[in-house]
C-alpha cells in the first residue's frame, strides 16, 4: 500500500470479505458438538459450545461457564459487531476526530482480543490429549472445534487486513 490511503472500496475487501466469513462460520461453530466426553458409568454424547456452557452451570462450575460463554459467544460476536462498524465507519463522511480516537481504541482492542480468541480451541485440543483414561473416560474432538477455530481465524484475518490509518482518511474534498 503506498503512503497515501486511497478511500475506495478496495482497501477494505478483504477484511469485509473475512469477516462475512466468519459470520457465515458461526452457525456451525455453535450448531455442531465441538467434543464428545465418555465417562464410563455415565450417559455421554457430543457437546456443542452453548451445551457444554450449560452443563458446566448445572455441575456448579459457575466462574468456568462463564469464561468459556465469553470466549465461545461474547467475544466472537462482539469482534464481528466491532469490524463491521470499522468497516461502516471507513465509508462514513464526517470529520469527527473523537469518533475517530474512539474507533482507533475499537480496532486495538479486537487486535489485542484476536491472540486469546483460540482458548476453546486450546481448551478441547488440551482435554483430548490430557484425558486418557483408557475404557475409563475419553475426550474426542468433533467438527464444531474446527468450524469454530475457522471463526477465529476468519476474524484475526479480518482484523489483520483492516488498515486503521483509513478511519483517519478525509473523505471531503481540499479546500
Known amino acids: 500500500?503506498?503512503?497515501?490511503?486511497?478511500?475506495?472500496?478496495?482497501?477494505?475487501?478483504?477484511?469485509?470479505?473475512?469477516?462475512?466469513?466468519?459470520?457465515?462460520?458461526?452457525?456451525?461453530?455453535?450448531?455442531?458438538?465441538?467434543?464428545?466426553?465418555?465417562?464410563?458409568?455415565?450417559?455421554?454424547?457430543?457437546?456443542?459450545?452453548?451445551?457444554?456452557?450449560?452443563?458446566?452451570?448445572?455441575?456448579?462450575?459457575?466462574?468456568?461457564?462463564?469464561?468459556?460463554?465469553?470466549?465461545?459467544?461474547?467475544v466472537p460476536l462482539l469482534k464481528l459487531a466491532g469490524l463491521a462498524w470499522l468497516l461502516w465507519a471507513v465509508r462514513r463522511t464526517d470529520d469527527d476526530v473523537a469518533g475517530r480516537r474512539r474507533l482507533t481504541k475499537v480496532y486495538g482492542a479486537i487486535d489485542f482480543i484476536g491472540r486469546w480468541s483460540m482458548l476453546d480451541v486450546f481448551l478441547v485440543a488440551f482435554l483430548s490429549g490430557a484425558v486418557r483414561f483408557g475404557k475409563l473416560a475419553s475426550v474426542q474432538p468433533r467438527p464444531g472445534v474446527a468450524a469454530f477455530t475457522a471463526v477465529v481465524m476468519l476474524t484475526m484475518l479480518a482484523t489483520s487486513r483492516f488498515d486503521p490509518r483509513l478511519l483517519w482518511v478525509s473523505t471531503r474534498a481540499p479546500r
Do not use: K
Request: charged share 5%; aromatic share 8%.
Open 1 to 74: 500500500m503506498s503512503s497515501t490511503v486511497a478511500r475506495d472500496a478496495s482497501p477494505i475487501a478483504q477484511p469485509a470479505a473475512f469477516a462475512a466469513a466468519a459470520v457465515i462460520m458461526l452457525a456451525p461453530a455453535y450448531a455442531l458438538p465441538v467434543m464428545h466426553l465418555g465417562i464410563v458409568g455415565q450417559t455421554t454424547s457430543d457437546t456443542t459450545i452453548f451445551s457444554g456452557v450449560l452443563q458446566l452451570w448445572r455441575q456448579g462450575l459457575g466462574g468456568l461457564a462463564a469464561i468459556v460463554f465469553t470466549a465461545s459467544f461474547l
